[in-house]
Each structure stands twice: as structure tokens, then as C-alpha cells.
């Protein structure tokens, strides 16, 4: 028998001292926090050899049972906090690898790199290594921050930094929740100017937009957005001279409503059936109201948003420019539904707005 067999046959499940320090590191244990806390390198070697960890970086580990399981996305956050670790205190995470530690909603697929940055005054340059890259550059102050024992760009840079690297698409759908827990990426802007890609920053972080709530929703507006339609106001509340119901999306010139339907809302749940009724009988309300309905779902959002696009202006047709608009209300934190003011009101017309070039690369 092999040495490596001869460790697995008397490992097999990781000892409570080791799977307490995984969950204190959130999932990334480092040989620094490990020998602190008495548990020896060779033991984190011992069990790596035993397939019951594994190595990151030089000194950094996870469970493998955990990544076994693990979407590319939650692996590629563990990836970027063992690479952050590994890296020291002068490094921060940036882009797609600073949403993921943030939590921010991803959508497509996990980059198979991490992104970090580390802040000079002077200068701008990559450093690609094994591990991960590191931009050498200048930052502003305030964005360089410490989230769970690792340096992470905020939210707001990271979502921005994550817009000129690849597709608008996902870059907006995290800006919008980023925009949402009140971080503005419009402020950070500026200090990527000269650097690629910073057009998809620019365009992501002026359309952001905090009232929309589910990924669903955003690829709703980006579709009005991409087709060139007019954009629909987003989690209006409607009623009979009251707020009565909060819409995903409202075209108050026409009328019309889109209703964003995540799978989530129905998958594995005991009270699926009731959930579906309670959406027929606000649809039946919604229609009495005056108000034309279209629903759609994940596969039309993000993989064809053109027929998506053809049934929301089937849609705006079917529903001419009216010369009253319906009465509607907006939610203002803290306070409530309330009647929107002059900046509030959308346009009836097309947005004539411009995507930036090689938005969906």
C-alpha cells in the first residue's frame, strides 16, 4: 500500500479541531490562524494527502467535501480568500473575486482567476502569478477595506472593476444590488479612467438602478435597454386610488406590466399551488385595474432576451401611449409608498441609449 493510501485508510472524516477552524475562517483555513490555535502544518498536509483538504495556495486549505458540492461561484470565493490570505494585508480583492466575497448576486460563469489589486500612488501595472493577478495602481481612499479578516475593494469599485473585464450583463445585475445596499460605483469611475474596459465601467455604473431586486428584474430593464425600448419604472406599487400592489415593472404611459417569475418561487416548495393561485387571483386584480400583463422567466431573460424583447414591445403596442398615465406610487426606505416626483417619471418614448462596445464579451 502507498503512503497516501496508508493516510486514507485511518483518515476519514476531519477532526472537530480542524473543522472548527474551516468554519471560523469561513471556509479557508491558513497556516497562520491554524498554528496559532495549536494544529501543526504537517497535520493540514496529512489530511490533504488523505483527500479530506485541499491546497489553494501555499498554506491555505479547504474541505473537499465543501468544494465537492460547491457552485463554481462559492468555489471561485473560497479560491479568492485562501489567494488573499496567501497575498498579505497590502493586497485587496477586486472585481468578480470582491462581489463574491461581498455576497453580490453572480450570474454566468465563475472567472477562472482571481483579481486583486494592490494600492500605489504612482504607476499602473498587472503582476500575473500561479495564484492570481495583482493590479498595481492607485486607489481612493475609503475603498480599500477589511471584510472578514481579508483586504476587499468595496462593493461599489468591485462591481465597477468587474464591468470592464467582461460582459455589462452580470456586472449590472451585481451593481444593482451593490446600488441597492446604498454603495455608488459612479464615484470610482474616475480613478479607472485610462485603464481597459473602463466604458463597460462607465455605462454599468450610470445605469444602475437601486429599486430593482432579483437578478430577474435587471435582465428585465437590460432587455429595454439592449432593444431599445422604452424602460419601465421598477417595483411601482398600483391600486385603486391607493397602493395596493408592488409590479416588477411598470410602463405607466401604456399601462403595462412585466412580472419577472424566478423558478425559485416554485421549485421543491409544499406551498407551490398556493403560490400559484395567489399569483392568478393579482393577476385577475392587475388586469381589472386596467393594467396588460406579461410574465417571463429565467430562460427568456438571460437566453433570449431578443423574443424577450419582441413580447414586451408586442406588448407597448397592444398598449398605445395613453394620454393619462395610470396613477402609481413609489417606495421610499423608511417611509413608505409615496406619489413620485418629476424625476421619477420614465420616459414613454425609447431610451436611444447606446451599449458600450464589446458589452457582451
Known amino acids: ?206 445605469h444602475a438602478d437601486p429599486c430593482a431586486e432579483s437578478p430577474l428584474e435587471t435582465l428585465g430593464r437590460f432587455t429595454c435597454l439592449q432593444f431599445d425600448l422604452p424602460l419601465p419604472v421598477a417595483n411601482a406599487w398600483v391600486g385603486d386610488g391607493r397602493p395596493e400592489y408592488r409590479v416588477d415593472g411598470l410602463w405607466p404611459w401604456h399601462g403595462a406590466v412585466f412580472e419577472a417569475d424566478g423558478a425559485l418561487k416554485y421549485d421543491n416548495r409544499p406551498d407551490a399551488s398556493r403560490i400559484v393561485t395567489r399569483q392568478g387571483e393579482r393577476e385577475w386584480r392587475l388586469r381589472r385595474l386596467g393594467l396588460d400583463v406579461v410574465r417571463f422567466g429565467w430562460d427568456l431573460a438571460w437566453r433570449n432576451r431578443a423574443e424577450l424583447a419582441a413580447r414586451f414591445a408586442a406588448l407597448l403596442r397592444d398598449n398605445a401611449r395613453h394620454q393619462e398615465p395610470v396613477r402609481w406610487w413609489k417606495q421610499v426606505p423608511g417611509v413608505g409608498a409615496v406619489e413620485p416626483g418629476p424625476d421619477d417619471w420614465p420616459s414613454p418614448r425609447r431610451t436611444g441609449i447606446v451599449l458600450p462596445a464589446g458589452w457582451d464579451r
Not at 473585464?165 to 459612479?186: F, N, Q, T
Request: charged letters at 15%; glycine letters at 10%.
Open 1 to 206: 500500500m502507498t503512503q497516501a493510501g496508508r493516510v486514507s485508510a485511518r483518515l476519514r472524516h476531519l477532526p472537530s479541531d480542524v473543522a472548527e477552524l474551516l468554519q471560523l475562517g469561513f471556509g479557508v483555513i491558513d497556516i497562520a490562524t491554524a498554528t496559532r490555535a495549536g494544529v501543526d502544518e504537517s497535520r493540514l498536509r496529512r489530511l490533504a494527502a488523505a483527500g479530506l483538504l485541499v491546497r489553494f495556495v501555499p498554506g491555505c486549505y479547504a474541505a473537499a467535501d465543501v468544494l465537492v458540492a460547491a457552485s463554481p461561484w462559492v468555489e471561485h470565493a473560497l479560491r479568492s480568500r485562501a489567494f488573499a490570505l496567501y497575498s498579505g494585508e497590502a493586497t485587496f480583492l477586486t472585481g468578480w473575486s470582491a462581489a463574491a466575497t461581498w455576497q453580490l448576486p453572480t450570474i454566468g460563469p465563475a472567472p477562472e482567476r482571481v483579481a486583486a489589486i494592490r494600492p500605489n500612488g504612482a504607476g499602473h501595472k498587472v503582476r500575473r502569478g500561479p495564484y492570481g493577478d495583482i493590479r498595481i495602481a492607485a486607489i481612493p481612499p475609503g475603498h480599500a477595506r477589511r471584510f472578514r479578516g481579508i483586504g476587499v475593494m468595496s462593493p461599489g469599485w468591485a462591481v465597477a472593476d468587474a464591468a470592464r473585464s467582461g460582459s455589462i450583463v452580470p456586472a449590472l445585475v451585481a451593481a444593482d444590488a451593490a446600488a441597492a445596499a446604498g454603495h455608488d460605483p459612479c464615484c470610482v469611475v474616475p480613478a479607472m479612467a485610462g485603464w481597459p474596459g473602463v466604458a463597460r465601467a462607465r455605462w454599468v455604473a450610470d
